[in-house]
């Protein structure tokens, strides 16, 4: 008569057994928990709002588009956007000044022909008209549009109230719904929680 030893390396828990019963659940009950998980961190990162800050210290026409386009399209994504305006920054603005930027054409790069004729008196306007006339000719929104549509946006465009007292300029020059009395401490204080900080 003979009798079989058991295989060590033989499993001995049938298919379908109590201890396949528990692993089974023990491993959902892991994949529930792995996935409340992910959706309280998914639920964290949508209640985020991402935070901007841009400093506008230039008031030339091509200077000026940059800081309004930016914080215009992060208002869109829902951002939290600040502007603050400061020195020549302060002309974007005026409702006056904003109206009547100018291109420079000395020390410009982009524009095709040597300083010393960029130099002359008449040749900041014909530059000033040319960019204008391709402004109108593509449909591309004025200053003027782009502040309000910045401030309908939510942005909050800042004006430097020290720049303010230093130009002369009243809180009746400014397009209305610009935060004026700021100061460098309000606007630092913004850019300190801010992700992304820009100096244009």
């Known amino acids: ?22 692993d089974e659940s023990a491993l959902l009950e892991r994949i529930d928990e792995l996935e409340r998980e992910l959706s309280d ?19 030339t026409l091509d200077m000026a588009y940059p800081p309004l ?24 603005l005026h409702e006056e000044k904003s109206k009547e930027l100018k291109l420079s054409a000395v020390g410009n790069p982009s524009m ?18 040319m960019m204008e006339r391709k402004i109108d000719e593509n449909g591309t929104a ?24 230093l130009m002369d300029y009243d809180d009746a020059d400014l397009y209305d719904g610009v935060v004026s009395d700021v100061g460098a401490a309000t606007a630092l204080e913004h850019m300190a929680d801010a992700d992304i900080q820009l100096l244009v």
């Open 41 to 59: 961190l998914r639920s964290e990162v949508g209640e985020g709002q991402k935070k901007m800050t841009i400093i506008a210290t230039k008031g």
């Open 1 to 22: 008569m003979s009798t079989d030893t058991p295989d060590p390396n033989e499993s001995t828990d049938a298919p379908g057994s109590d201890a396949d019963a528990i």
């Open 142 to 165: 004025t200053i003027e549009e782009l502040v309000d549509l910045s401030l309908e946006s939510g942005v909050e465009l800042q004006a430097c109230q020290m720049t303010m007292d």
């Open 69 to 92: 386009i930016l914080a215009s399209t992060a208002a869109a994504f829902g951002w939290d956007v600040v502007v603050f305006h400061t020195f020549w920054g302060l002309d974007i």
């Open 112 to 129: 095709p022909m040597p300083n010393a004729v960029a130099a002359l008196p008449f040749m900041d306007s014909m530059a000033t008209r």
